[in-house]
């Protein structure tokens, strides 16, 4: 039986208009395909789907390039001097925006002042206390940060010193240490200098008589801690 003619207008069903586009691509490209073959023709086709998709067939003979320089020789048709002074018309104005930039680096380090106009001056003053204005506030905020961290530095420093008194100060009740002002003794044997010797108190551990330690070695039954006066 033979297929009834459509009706050509615009599928508005979404799924459909995909599925439909898909299915006489492919048949395009195959029919493209065949020409190329039979004809020996070069063919080119470029495709943009609803969806932004590209797709393009191009016969496996020539590459794009040389299809489009074919195509201006046999027209008469420059296609890339458009395109070429559109880049040019880019390149210009990105000349300039350097240009100026560069013209105001060298007015913020008082060069090229010479033709500024009174106007100009007063935008240029005021962008530059603006401008102090940011790094001062940046300055201010790297200073601040370190200013903190030293801050937690010394608060840890100090918490560590309120530690090791308090255990001193807990060694100090302890009856198995005493604090000795004599450390002419403990100089000989562990050879504290003499301003230390002086300038120094002795904590010393005395071990018990039921010690299980030998309390006839020598050197051994004593530990000192050395403390500043």
Not at 84 to 110: C, D, F, S
Not at 129 to 152: D, F
Not at 191 to 219: E, F, W
Request: with cysteine; charged share 30%; proline share 3%.
């Amino acid at each position: 039986m033979a297929r009834g003619k459509i009706q050509i207008k615009k599928i508005e069903n979404s799924t459909n208009r995909q599925v439909t586009y898909s299915k006489r691509r492919n048949g395009l490209f195959k029919k493209a395909n065949e020409l190329t073959v039979l004809c020996d023709a070069k063919v080119s086709i470029i495709m943009v789907s609803c969806t932004e998709k590209l797709h393009e067939y191009i016969s496996p003979s020539v590459t794009t390039k040389q299809f489009f320089d074919q195509y201006q020789k046999v027209s008469g048709i420059d296609l890339w001097s458009s395109h070429y002074e559109r880049m040019q018309e880019e390149l210009r104005q990105l000349k300039e925006v350097n240009n100026n930039l560069r013209r105001q680096i060298r007015q913020r380090l008082g060069d090229c002042l010479e033709n500024a106009g009174f106007e100009e001056l007063l935008d240029l003053e005021r962008e530059s206390q603006e401008a102090v204005c940011i790094v001062r506030e940046r300055k201010l905020k790297v200073i601040g940060n370190k200013l903190e961290t030293c801050k937690k530095k010394v608060r840890s420093a100090q918490d560590v010193y309120k530690k090791l008194m308090h255990e001193f100060d807990i060694r100090g009740e302890d009856p198995q240490y005493g604090m000795t002002e004599d450390a002419g003794e403990y100089e000989a044997l562990y050879g504290y200098p003499p301003h230390m010797a002086v300038a120094s108190r002795i904590l010393t551990l005395r071990l018990q008589p039921d010690h299980p330690n030998d309390l006839h070695a020598a050197a051994s039954d004593l530990t000192t801690y050395s403390l500043l006066g």
